[in-house]
């Protein structure tokens, strides 16, 4: 476990949940200095009875709890505005472009290690420690501060942490690292926190599970904006309720397209037009497509093609693939073998062996493996 030793106060970002709260625990336990913080996110007013979100009403009262147990003074920011104006809008405006967004990438980029740092900062506060899955090393050659998986594979969260500055990770500790969520339940048992059988949290922690489609259609009347549900030779065979309703992939909620015979998938949205292309489950697989926005971790940008394993979304295993520079803050990505329902919008995240080497967003219509 990655602990410091030289005496520098410690924010344990607290959001309620027991990851975090044996992160602090620990830490305490250690002999650190240490202060509990959570944050007060902005929430659609649909989740107001919803339980888990990571930093409700009830989340913070769950970290104030644990807090009071370890014995170490906790506060509450406030960065509802900026989180809305940042994560939200980011999360509705990316639908309206028909494509996936992964708030949870952009909030830990932003907000979780942006905001939330820059403000602890002022605070006197000198490294920040989180309940993620992750561990953090340095590099005794370049310098360079390193991400690496969690020694619980499953649990593993590096995907959502790709985006994280050196700067960031300097000033960041992954206390539960090494640890598997089993010990970390038993950990919190023997400390007496009450988070300790606590479900764990919602991927997105704005609006109730289940419910985004609802949430976006509340926000926008346009998003719900009916049109013409194509096959991928441009025949009008059905209606669509509103582009932001569907993600790649999808077969679901397509309604009664009776000029085909077996199941259909969505495989492209084009929001340009209005329409989304369907087709059978075969044609969802790529073997490539091209990433924007790509940062890096070993180094700050990519000279010339190397091969890696790549992820192309939170829960997929990782392949084996081949990234080439494309120019500033894109790559090509060309997979070994042929992936399925490649999501515009979504991240890819690039590893060697259990190292993040960086990661981006999938861009455009990726091309179609035949």
């Known amino acids: 476990m990655e602990m410091p030793t030289d005496g520098r106060r410690i924010a344990a970002a607290m959001s309620g949940g027991v990851d975090s709260a044996v992160a602090a625990g620990l830490l305490v336990s250690q002999g650190c200095s240490v202060i509990g913080v959570t944050m007060r996110l902005w929430h659609a007013p ?17 970290a104030r709890r644990a807090a009071r147990v370890l014995g170490i003074d906790h506060i509450v920011l406030n960065v509802a505005d900026v989180f809305r104006d940042i994560v939200v809008a980011d999360f509705i405006s990316e639908y309206a472009a028909g494509r996936t967004p992964n708030p949870c990438v952009v909030c830990n980029a932003r907000i979780k290690f942006g905001e939330l740092h820059r403000r602890l900062m002022m605070l006197g506060v000198d490294l920040v420690a989180t309940g993620h899955y992750a561990r953090r090393t340095a590099d005794p050659i370049s ?14 969260q590096t995907y959502v942490l790709y985006r994280l500055t050196q700067d960031q990770l300097a000033r960041s500790l992954f206390p539960l ?8 339940r038993a950990i919190a048992r023997s400390m007496g926190l009450d988070v300790a059988e606590r479900h764990d949290s919602q991927e997105i922690c704005f609006v ?40 790649v992939g999808q077969r ?50 990519l000279e010339d093609e190397i091969d890696v394993t790549a992820q192309v979304r939170y829960k997929s295993p990782a392949a084996p693939a081949r990234i080439s ?33 960086g990661g981006g967003v999938i861009r455009g219509r990726a091309n179609r493996s035949r």
């Open 325 to 357: 520079p494309l120019g500033r803050q894109s790559v090509h990505v060309e997979f070994s073998t042929a992936q399925r329902a490649v999501t515009p919008g979504q991240s890819v995240v690039f590893y060697s062996g259990d190292l993040v080497v």
């Open 46 to 62: 649909m989740v107001e009875d919803c339980e888990n979100l990571c930093c409700s009403a009830e989340s913070v009262d769950a």
């Open 252 to 301: 679901k909620g397509l309604g009664a397209l009776t000029t085909h015979r077996g199941p259909l998938y969505v495989l492209e949205i084009r929001p340009d037009e209005n329409g989304i292309v369907v087709g059978p489950e075969e044609l969802l697989y790529r073997r490539s497509f091209d990433a924007c926005d790509v940062a890096f971790i070993p180094f700050d940008s």
């Open 143 to 156: 310098g360079r501060w390193l991400l690496s998986r969690a020694a619980d594979r499953a649990k593993d």
């Open 177 to 184: 690292g090494g640890m598997t969520k089993p010990e970390v």
């Open 208 to 247: 109730p599970p289940g419910m985004y489609r609802d949430f976006l259609a509340a926000q926008d009347s346009a998003l719900t904006t009916p049109g013409p549900i194509m096959d991928p030779d441009g025949r009008v065979i059905g209606e669509h309720t509103g582009v932001a309703m569907y993600t």
